[in-house]
Nanobody, 127 residues
Framework: QVHLVESGGGLVQAGGSLRLSCAASGRTFSSGAMGWFRQAPGKEREFVAAISWSGSTTAYADSVKGRFTIARDNAKDTVHLQMISLKPEDTAVYHC????????????????????WGQGTQVTVSS
């Protein structure tokens, strides 16, 4: 079992920044890829960013490339999502996920690839 807890969400003006964190506990954190997804009201959960088990490979949705950065610290069992130049369309609940079956350099981008999810943290960007 892996338990994931997100933090760092909040209300920010357009153009502002936030840093989300996901703390993992339970099964060895470093065994698996990690990802961030978001879900706005009435919409499906969508991929935002992922980082491989090795930490050497990352993937981003086109809508966030150049603005968001994912990073992991296996020593502290955490993964972060640094978000800059936020836009109102970034408003959503952000969830982190763990894919414990991912190969070492793989970055899964589909929700079905992930075994565990956190409860999410709300990000609201005002115009």
């Amino acid at each position: 079992q892996v338990h994931l807890v997100e933090s760092g969400g909040g209300l920010v003006q357009a153009g502002g920044s936030l840093r989300l964190s996901c703390a993992a506990s339970g099964r060895t954190f470093s065994s698996g890829a990690m990802g961030w997804f978001r879900q706005a009201p009435g919409k499906e959960r969508e991929f935002v960013a992922a980082i491989s088990w090795s930490g050497s490979t990352t993937a981003y949705a086109d809508s966030v490339k150049g603005r968001f950065t994912i990073a992991r610290d296996n020593a502290k069992d955490t993964v972060h999502l640094q978000m800059i130049s936020l836009k109102p369309e970034d408003t959503a609940v952000y969830h982190c996920g763990a894919d414990t079956g991912a190969s070492y350099h793989f970055t899964p981008v589909r929700p079905v690839d992930y075994d565990y999810w956190g409860q999410g943290t709300q990000v609201t960007v005002s115009s």
